[in-house]
């Protein structure tokens, strides 16, 4: 046995230790750590082996692990599947994002992008791969229009712009690029027929430089019953071009000087435009009349016709717009007396014939009274 103060070997029966006089205290020769690992070799149904000393100052020395309870397991459990569901969410919307760039949107966001950056070719290669997502696009048409335009590529830019028109795109600066390459062709007929597709009056404001006002004509449609006098009026003194057959003023069209009369009966429709020094015309204005002159009633005369013994003046009621004539015993006509003013009845039996003439010519029938007259 060994002393447990100073580990010297005690004899069997000795109760003092003989070196260093403490009382015995009997110390097994195994190691407590001995038993710990037979214990743990019996436990895994293993032969047991004793370890050596050093094994066993080292075990001794290392602290004893905790296995890892059921909440910590959890705890990482959780932690890995979020770290997995995060790696899955970033992935899809990668996967959107990625097939977001290939769609018509993706690629419009990066040829408007383009276009504001000034980086004219990519623009137009993105809205053309856009063009093949989504086929007859004004945007797409739009952004190839206004790049080709900055990239002075006029008969392109035309070409485009024109097409994203055609397709009802509202973006100002297509009408005003437009406008501009026409105005360069001067090719003001082709502005004035963009004008008068539009509706908005934002991007009507674009045209103000290169609209002539329509002409006035007076008097307005309509029937009438004598010569009508025509008047037409233009805005800061641009030129007129009137027909009165229906053909177009353009192209067949009379310059106006001054008011002038119709002066036959019949259907006119008079087609009139306005056009500037710069060829530039107005839209054209279309007015139809009818004439069918209005013949004078049969004229009046007093005293009727009888028998009389006293000198006596005869009176001729006529209209306004009209003249009278008279003639006795004849038919009377513009070669026959004009009446002026009542006149002596003539002695004898006779016959006044008197007949009306209005400002448009027309002739009234004739009007007979039979006068007798026997001073």
């Known amino acids: 046995m060994k002393c447990a103060n100073c580990g010297a ?23 407590i750590l001995e038993d710990d690992y037979l214990d743990s070799l019996l436990q895994e149904g293993e032969k047991p082996s004793v370890p050596s000393k050093s094994k066993q100052k080292e075990k001794a020395a290392k602290p004893k692990q905790e296995k890892p309870t059921g909440k910590k397991s959890k ?70 229009g206004k790049s080709y335009y900055q990239k002075k590529e006029d008969e392109a830019a035309k070409a485009y712009l024109e097409k994203a028109v055609e397709k009802q795109q509202k973006d100002t600066e297509v009408y005003r690029f437009l406008i501009d390459l026409y105005d360069k062709d001067s090719d003001y007929e082709a502005i004035s027929d963009l004008y008068d597709e539009i509706k908005d009056s934002s991007i009507q404001k674009l045209f103000q430089d290169y609209i002539v006002e329509a002409p006035v004509v007076e008097p307005e449609a309509g029937s009438y019953g004598e010569y009508p006098t025509i008047t037409i009026n233009s805005e800061y003194g641009a030129d007129i071009l009137y027909t009165l057959d229906g053909s177009s003023p353009k192209e067949d069209g009379m310059f106006y000087q001054e008011p002038f009369p119709i002066e036959k009966e019949g259907k006119y429709t008079l087609r009139a435009v306005c056009v500037d020094a710069r060829g530039i015309y107005s839209k054209e204005v279309k007015v139809k009349y009818e004439i069918d002159l209005d013949v004078p009633d049969l004229p009046t005369a007093s005293p009727a016709s009888g028998t009389y013994t006293q000198p006596t003046k005869i009176t001729i009621d006529v209209p306004v717009g009209c003249r009278a004539y008279y003639a006795w015993n004849a038919n009377p006509g513009e070669q026959s007396t004009q009446y002026t003013e009542p006149f002596d009845m003539i002695e004898g039996n006779n016959v006044l014939s ?20 026997m001073p």
């Open 75 to 144: 705890k990482s459990l959780y932690i890995v599947f979020f770290i997995l569901l995060f790696v899955a969410a970033f992935a899809l919307i990668g996967g959107i994002l990625f097939a977001k760039s290939l769609s018509y949107e993706g690629r419009m966001e990066k040829a408007e992008d383009a276009y504001e950056k000034k980086a004219y070719e990519k623009a137009i290669s993105y809205a053309k791969q856009a063009l093949e997502k989504k086929k007859e696009d004004a945007l797409a048409y739009a952004v190839i």
């Open 9 to 31: 070997e005690i004899r069997v029966g000795c109760v003092y230790c003989p070196v260093c006089g403490k009382e015995a205290q009997i110390v097994s020769d195994y190691n």
């Open 354 to 373: 008197i007949i009306l003439i209005n400002e448009s010519g027309q002739t009234s029938g004739v009007q007979k009274y039979n006068y007798v007259y």
